[in-house]
């Protein structure tokens, strides 16, 4: 480092990638003259925590603030200058023209940097149909516009709610509307709630829903809402129906803040972010920037892709923050989107791709379902779990997974974003030493079936099926219990029960492609290796049986 003049470094924004940016430049250069300049009212707050504060369960605000400029200050040694709005970025002075966002004077000042670091994160899309504010229809995104909301519940008898938007944000705002008493609707465009999930865990996590009296309405758009003495009072979908409501909030989606950095002439790529390089530089190599309003690069595809998510965010402002002081820093790497929401009593995890992207590009992939506990189902407490794999043919690499269940949903995507980080395919996932004991795991994880059962398919022992394919044409052996045929009916299917298959084989016909059912797809992967050892040759397990089979969306 120089022994001249400290340098300047001046980051727009705080939260998460603009702070992680700041501390992390000042553990790199003690001298430097470090700034935040905050629009807002608080320079760092838990973003990912508002909706946990309208329903009570974070019960103290103050929790959510995570630092204040004086802990800046008196630890850091930066300065944080909140309500300042930077209008313009002069790169050839290397300045900042900012103001007061509050202030009716509009009186400008300036700044002047070495080094910037962009850190605006991103901002909530305003639909069409909520171009003209009312006092009631809201966007939950800082701490101000939490605190609307619970000043309207409080105040003007808020009895039922519109959320409109099923992503991460909507999810968690209905259920700590609920958990309240307010009776909630729930519209999303897609087919089902949380749509990076595929159609049927996407069906899994509305039925989640649907368990707590909540009816998503799917597949519908709200067209219009209707007002009465400026309030919103009722909202139209596409469908005609009209749903009365006292209160809206919306969560329709996120995009990168670019427009300073727009006009300052920086380099936006076609997914809309800007454009960086591995140590977070813009195209003007003394202007970083990290968080939700750059592109990132996918670790599976290397194609560049939003990632709005606060893990990247962090991660993306600390290396900003290390080669704006040093001009040193480890790469920046690539992001899978993974992802965790609690539903209810459920959580539902995902990391990597999903089958709409890889349909969309024409990649080959396969999957596997299994259905286990999260520890020794002897043992008490196990909940169940749906995991999924999607993997590469014949590589068996891991392209992406979903994971629905009670607990321990969190380690096992964990593990599998490891896993994919580090390149890994489902033979080593097979392999993998993972921690048990009765109250944690099994001895077998749910990590290891999941593999286990891909390798089977891999190696034709047996083949699998998708649990929604189109079963005519095949010879269906269901294997299940006469109760659980009943149960869940499975139309022109055989019914042999597995411990009868050994002595029933004959009934069936060798040369006809065969799958085999049962509940999960255990017993059924133990039917189609008997019916191969009997001579039967395409023979197929429909992965996850008919428990995720019957949760395949309406057509």
């Known amino acids: 480092m120089s022994t001249g003049k400290p340098q300047s470094i001046v980051i727009i924004g705080g939260v998460a990638a603009g702070a992680s940016a700041a501390t992390r430049a000042r553990r790199i250069d003690p001298k430097a003259e470090i700034t935040i300049l905050e629009k807002g009212p608080a320079v760092s707050f838990a973003n990912c925590g508002l909706p946990y504060h309208l329903g009570g369960e974070i019960v103290d605000r103050n929790k959510l603030l995570v630092a204040t400029p004086e802990l800046f200050w008196n630890r850091f040694r930066i300065r944080v200058r909140t309500r300042q709005e930077v209008v313009a970025i002069e790169r050839q002075s290397k300045s900042l023209t900012i103001r007061d966002p509050s202030d009716p004077t509009q009186t400008f000042s300036q700044i002047a940097y070495d080094k910037l670091i962009l850190a605006m994160g991103a901002q909530p899309v305003l639909p069409p149909f909520a171009k003209d504010p009312a006092p009631n229809v809201f966007q939950l995104w800082t701490l101000p516009d939490m605190d609307g909301i619970l000043q309207q519940i409080q105040n003007s008898n808020v009895r039922r709610a519109l959320v409109v938007g099923a992503g991460f944000v909507g999810i968690e705002v209905v259920e700590q509307l609920h958990r309240i008493g307010i009776q909630v609707d729930l519209v999303e465009r897609s087919q089902t709630v949380l749509n990076r999930l595929d159609p049927i865990f996407g069906r899994m996590a509305s039925n ?17 809402l209707k007002r009465q003495d400026g309030r919103v009072n ?21 995009r990168p803040r670019t427009e300073l950095a727009v006009h300052a002439g920086l380099l936006v790529g076609n997914a809309g972010g800007l454009v960086v390089n591995e140590f977070m530089q813009t195209s003007d190599p003394s202007i970083y920037a990290a968080g939700d309003l750059v592109e990132y690069t996918h670790q599976i595809t290397n194609a560049k892709t939003l990632n709005p998510l606060a893990g990247p965010a962090n991660r993306s402002g600390r290396i900003a923050g290390e080669h704006a002081a040093s001009g040193h820093s480890q790469p920046m790497g690539g992001v899978l989107g993974t992802s965790i929401v609690r539903v209810f009593h459920s959580t539902v995890g995902m990391t990597g ?43 068996g690499r891991i392209l992406g997974a979903q994971a629905i269940g009670g607990n321990g949903v969190d380690k096992r995507i964990d593990v599998l974003a490891t896993a994919m980080t580090l390149g890994g395919t489902v033979y080593d996932l097979a392999r993998v030493d993972l921690a048990y004991a009765p109250p944690y795991g099994s001895a077998k994880d749910p990590i290891h079936m999941v593999a286990f059962t891909a390798i089977n398919d891999l190696h034709d022992q047996p083949r699998l099926l998708p649990p929604d394919a189109d079963l005519t044409g095949f010879q269906i052996v269901d294997v299940r219990t006469p109760k659980e045929q009943s149960e869940l009916p ?6 042999i029960p597995i411990d009868e298959l050994p002595g029933r084989c004959h009934e069936l016909q060798q040369d006809l492609p065969t799958v085999v059912v049962c509940h999960s797809g255990k017993r059924a992967h133990v039917g189609a290796c008997r019916l191969k050892a009997s001579g039967f040759s395409r023979v197929y397990n429909l992965t996850g049986g008919m428990s995720v089979r019957s949760q395949v969306p309406a057509s």
């Not at 009722?234 to 996120?254: E, M, Y």
């Not at 990649?363 to 909940?383: E, K, L, M, N």
């Not at 499975?490 to 019914?495: E, N, P, R």
């Open 208 to 224: 989640l829903l649907r368990k707590e009296n909540i009816h998503p309405i799917e597949g519908q758009s709200v067209l219009e």
């Open 234 to 254: 009722a909202a139209v979908l596409s469908n005609g129906t009209t749903l009365p409501t006292d209160l809206v909030i919306l969560g329709v989606g996120v």
């Open 353 to 395: 791709l999903n089958e709409k992207y890889l349909n969309a590009q024409n990649i080959p992939y396969r999957t596997a379902i299994v259905q286990a506990t999260d520890h020794a189902s002897y043992f008490p407490g196990a909940t169940n779990m749906q995991l999924k794999v999607l993997y590469e043919e014949p590589s």
């Open 490 to 495: 499975l139309h022109g299917a055989t019914a």
